[in-house]
């Protein structure tokens, strides 16, 4: 794997701390606190308005965000919490994550000028060396773990990869980041500092170290 490439996973984790950092230290602020509690709020009443049509807009939400890099469902998981409790919101999210990947997936097999057009081009270059419709499972999941949750399957739905062994791969790794992210929800909420440093530490763990391991598999190979 390239220098470049050995950069862009450093910068994505170290980007993760970044944000989780400013997060850890905003809530000892009333003015942080106070607007998100109106946000909060404020999704809140919206969602319990219309369940049905709010888990709807949550699921479709969660599926984008497992397509593009720049949306996130995070921001809605707080006030899901406050209406549905935390099985309800992991169901909704972790499918939606599901479907997401499943949909990048046959873009990536079936739509790949689109993607190159869309500005993918890079990316798939980056990791379509990598990975092949023979890899094995084990190297897959942590490919899975290690990078952003839209290019497992942009990358293994154009290698061709068995559809199956995707779709319990990319659950696997988005059920762990589903459980972390609807937890670290709650403890922001109830400014629980210390519980959302351990989450959020678990969390850079497991990824930081896939991406060290996925970085060593591929100099390796």
């Known amino acids: 794997m390239s220098k470049q490439e050995q950069r862009s996973l450093a910068w994505f984790w170290l980007a993760i701390a970044a944000a989780v950092t400013a997060l850890t230290l905003l809530s000892y602020s ?15 009443d919206l969602i319990g308005s219309n369940p049905i049509l709010g888990a709807v807009v949550f699921f479709l939400f969660s ?40 949909v990048a997936f046959f873009v990536g097999r079936l739509a790949r000028p689109l993607l190159i057009r869309v500005g ?35 990358v293994l739905g154009g290698a061709h990869y068995p559809f199956w062994k995707f779709v319990v791969a990319i659950g696997l790794s988005e059920a762990v980041y589903a459980l972390a992210l609807v937890f670290a929800g709650d403890t922001l909420l109830g400014a629980k500092r210390l519980q959302l440093v351990l989450i959020a530490g678990a969390v850079l763990l497991i990824g930081g170290g896939a991406s060290i391991l996925f970085l060593k598999l591929r100099k390796r190979r």
């Open 30 to 44: 009333n003015t942080f606190r106070h607007l998100l509690d109106s946000v909060t709020g404020w999704a809140k």
């Open 63 to 102: 599926m984008i965000s497992a397509m593009l890099a720049f949306i996130s469902s995070a921001v809605l998981v707080p006030a899901a919490n406050l209406v549905w409790g935390r099985l309800v919101t992991f169901a909704l999210l972790w499918g939606g994550w599901i479907a997401g990947g499943i």
């Open 120 to 154: 993918y081009k890079h990316t798939l270059e980056r990791y379509q060396h990598y990975v092949s419709r023979r890899s094995k499972f084990w190297m897959v999941l942590v490919l899975c773990f290690a990078v952003p949750s839209e290019i497992p399957g942009y």
